[in-house]
């Protein structure tokens, strides 16, 4: 797999426009970022808001999750929660605050 570089793309700056987005969108969303501990497959995100917990994995544009990414986002849609990945800040907070809309 070829990984290129978008000057200014990273993970980092993505999360950062990502969070401010969302508190753009709904300011009484809670957003955290998670460590893991070593887990390497936790969503990056997850968004709470009365009660409910969204999970959120970015990655630069043009990435994917990896493998135990992937199956980890799975094993939490099946167990109820949503969750997703992308590779834009502005769709992934979209996505979050319409899912929290829609759920409520």
Do not use: H
């Not at 834009?88 to 319409?98: C, F, G, I, P, Q």
């Amino acid at each position: 797999m070829t990984i290129v570089k978008i000057p200014g793309q990273t993970e980092s700056s993505i999360g950062k426009a990502f969070v401010k987005k969302v508190k753009e969108l709904n300011p009484k969303l809670t957003v955290w970022k998670l460590s893991g501990d070593g887990r390497r497959d936790l969503p990056d995100y997850v968004c709470l808001f009365c009660g409910l917990s969204i999970f959120v994995e970015l990655k630069r544009p043009g990435q994917k999750p990896t493998e135990r990414q992937a199956n980890k986002i799975s094993e939490l849609q099946s167990n109820g929660f949503p969750a997703s990945w992308f590779d834009n800040a502005e769709k992934a907070a979209t996505w979050v605050t319409e899912t929290f809309t829609k759920i409520l």
